[in-house]
């Protein structure tokens, strides 16, 4: 017998025409910010932050430079110093927006590293809450995201005005 986990609000995700994008899809967000599909929280003149579209957790945020650079010894300390008051500030914005019980802050250098895009740097905020590694993943295989994308997002563009 199988389980089944009811996400109706999934359908529209499911049936509408992907676009495929050429290239790195950060720069390609970084040319169109106010494309609200891709989730662009916020833009400054070295760092872009994204809602991940395929987040490990709820709240799950990639802060980047906007330079497309791969290796972490290239950034300039513009942008490292921007990187990290990113950081920062969207770790504070989540503890005010969701309660998250901590956080898993990190960045997969180079493919063999696990990065899924090793062209172009990103970190990953991930809230986490006490007990959210509950039964789903471990016996079903299936992770449940509480909060639909569009609206952290709303949430999160919110918060800088």
Request: glycine letters at 6%; aromatic letters at 6%; a negative charge.
């Amino acid at each position: 017998m199988n389980d089944r986990l009811w996400a109706p609000w999934r359908l529209s995700y499911v049936t509408q025409p992907k676009e495929k994008i050429a290239g790195c899809f950060v720069c390609h967000a970084d040319s169109h910010p106010d494309d609200a599909d891709l989730l662009v929280v916020e833009q400054n003149d070295q760092t872009i932050i994204l809602v991940n579209k395929y987040p490990y957790n709820n709240g799950h945020l990639l802060i980047c430079p906007r330079r497309h650079v791969a290796d972490l010894v290239d950034l300039t300390d513009e942008e490292q110093h921007s990187i990290q008051h990113m950081l920062v500030k969207y770790v504070k914005k989540l503890r005010n927006l969701i309660s998250p019980h901590g956080f898993n802050v990190g960045l997969n250098l180079g493919a063999a590293a696990g990065a899924g895009l090793p062209g172009h740097l990103h970190w990953h905020i991930v809230p986490r809450w006490q007990g959210d590694n509950n039964f789903m993943p471990v016996v079903g295989g299936t992770k449940v995201i509480p909060q639909a994308l569009e609206e952290l997002h709303r949430l999160l563009k919110a918060s800088n005005e």
